[in-house]
Nanobody, 114 residues
Framework: HVQLVESGGGSVQAGGSLRLSCVVSGYGFSSYCMAWFRQAPGKGPEWVSSISRGGTTYYADSVKGRFTISRDNAKNTLYLQMNSLKPEDTAVYYC?????????WGQGTQVTVS
């Protein structure tokens, strides 16, 4: 049974930082690419960042230079370090397994920037 569980969300002021975590169980974490998405109120899902099995990272233009994706294969955990947060970063953040297709998702964690 594949399970992805996000944590680390919360409320911060603009300019602040948060680190999201996604703990994965039920499959070989190191064998898969992983990604972060977000969904703001009234909007569709937005891809934020991806990381390959080998650690190559990719970012949406809206977060490039502020967010850092990383993975710890020994801990089966995906991270998203978010710095210089802006009100427009307010959303529910989801981790997902995959590359072009994403077949498993977490339940999401709320990030609110005021």
């Amino acid at each position: 049974h594949v399970q992805l569980v996000e944590s680390g969300g919360g409320s911060v002021q603009a300019g602040g930082s948060l680190r999201l975590s996604c703990v994965v169980s039920g499959y070989g974490f190191s064998s898969y690419c992983m990604a972060w998405f977000r969904q703001a109120p009234g909007k569709g899902p937005e891809w934020v960042s991806s990381i390959s099995r080998g650690g190559t990272t990719y970012y949406a233009d809206s977060v490039k230079g502020r967010f850092t994706i990383s993975r710890d294969n020994a801990k089966n955990t995906l991270y998203l370090q978010m710095n210089s947060l802006k009100p427009e970063d307010t959303a529910v953040y989801y981790c997902a397994r995959g590359w072009a297709d994403f077949d498993n998702w977490g339940q999401g964690t709320q990030v609110t920037v005021s």
